[in-house]
């Protein structure tokens, strides 16, 4: 079974600069996450979806971040303009079950804002 | 706003020890409390814990929910070197969103 894919695996942008992050989630998983992961912390929800349906972006910076899951299948996370705070690891993961808590993560793209 | 705070920050420790990870939690409404390995890349779980399941165990790794006191263990025994990774917790609490909150983790170390 192929696992969740996402892409850039790394990107080096200059602040204010915009980025775009890309997430493919295990087939059939109706439920999506982004995380947030800052070097010697813990992953930080923000945003999650329920097919292509928002279910909490109460922890997105909304006047910089957008993700947007279409068709309910793939997603794209935007930072546009970029911070030098927004260095950080994204992560995507999936569920097939909603609120179980075992959630497949990709393995992340590594964003370095200059 | 619900809170995790995991101890040790880091443990180094010898091939062979055993270690006990800890993980406490506040948390609105709780509903289950996960146990995460992450190595140089994504999390990979490890156990989850709930009011019906308190104790897990798998191989050299064993954790235990006190509900009451509100915190979690992770005990790893006969550590190998594989094992070094940063361990997190996290916990769902109920309501309409269920993400997953998590700990700083705790970046163990095995040496040879």
């Known amino acids: 079974e192929a696992g969740v894919a996402q892409s850039p695996r790394y990107k080096i942008i200059e602040k204010r600069q915009s980025v775009a992050f890309w997430c493919n989630p295990i087939s059939g998983h109706a439920t999506l996450y982004w995380y947030q992961q800052i070097l010697g912390q813990g992953p930080k929800l923000l945003i999650q979806f329920q097919n292509n349906g928002v279910v909490d972006d109460s922890q997105l910076p909304k006047d910089r971040f957008s993700a947007e899951r279409l068709k309910g299948v793939d997603s794209t996370l935007k930072i546009q303009p970029a911070k030098l705070e927004d260095s950080a690891v994204y992560l995507c993961?999936?569920?097939?079950?909603?609120?179980?808590?075992?959630?497949?993560f990709g393995e992340g793209s590594r964003l370095t804002v200059l | 706003e619900d809170k995790v705070v995991q101890s040790p920050l880091s443990l180094v420790v010898h091939e062979g020890d055993t270690v006990t990870l800890n993980c406490s939690y506040e948390v609105t409404n709780f509903r289950s409390l996960l146990w995460y390995k992450q190595e140089k890349k994504a999390p990979t779980f490890l156990f989850m814990l709930t009011s019906s399941g308190i104790e897990k165990k798998s191989g050299r790794l064993s954790s235990i929910l006190d509900k009451k006191e509100l915190f979690s263990i992770l005990n790893i025994t006969a550590t190998q070197t594989g094992d070094s990774a940063i361990y997190l917790c996290?916990?769902?609490?109920?309501?309409?969103?269920?993400?997953?909150?998590f700990g700083k983790g705790t970046h163990l170390i095995i040496q040879p």
């Open positions: 996290a916990v769902t609490s109920g309501g309409g969103a269920d993400g997953l909150t």
């Open positions: 993961a999936s569920s097939f079950y909603r609120g179980t808590g075992e959630l497949f």
